[in-house]
């Protein structure tokens, strides 16, 4: 049974580090790739990064060089550290696989940025 479990999340200052972890089940991350999103309220989702199945790492102009992706596929985790974080980072953060039989995604975990 494929599983995503996003745990990491909470209140940080601007400017300031958090990392989230995705613990991935039922599948393998030498093979599939995973995906990083957030939603902030009223808004619609979108992708802040992934990371292939070969390690290779993709992120969009808005986070590029303050986040980074890295697993674990002993641990079957995928990390998402977030660093210099702003107000605008503030959402739901979710990881993602998209598998070829389903996607699948993960509850989600909150960031608030404030000070």
């Known amino acids: 049974q494929v599983q995503l479990v996003e745990s990491g999340g909470g209140l940080v200052q601007p400017g300031g580090s958090l990392r989230l972890s995705c613990q991935a089940s039922?599948?393998?991350?030498?093979?599939?790739?995973i995906g990083w999103f957030r939603q902030a309220s009223g808004e619609e989702r979108e992708g802040v990064g992934c990371?292939?199945?070969?390690?290779?790492?993709y992120f969009p102009d808005s986070v590029q060089g303050r986040f980074t992706i890295s697993k674990d596929t002993s641990k079957r985790t995928v990390d998402l550290q977030m660093n210099s974080l702003e107000i605008e980072d503030t959402a739901v953060y979710y990881c993602?696989?998209?598998?070829?039989?389903?996607?699948?995604w993960g509850q989600g975990t909150q960031v608030t940025v404030s000070s």
């Open positions: 990371i292939t199945s070969d390690g290779t790492t």
């Open positions: 039922g599948f393998s991350l030498d093979h599939y790739a």
């Open positions: 993602n696989a998209y598998l070829p039989w389903a996607e699948y």
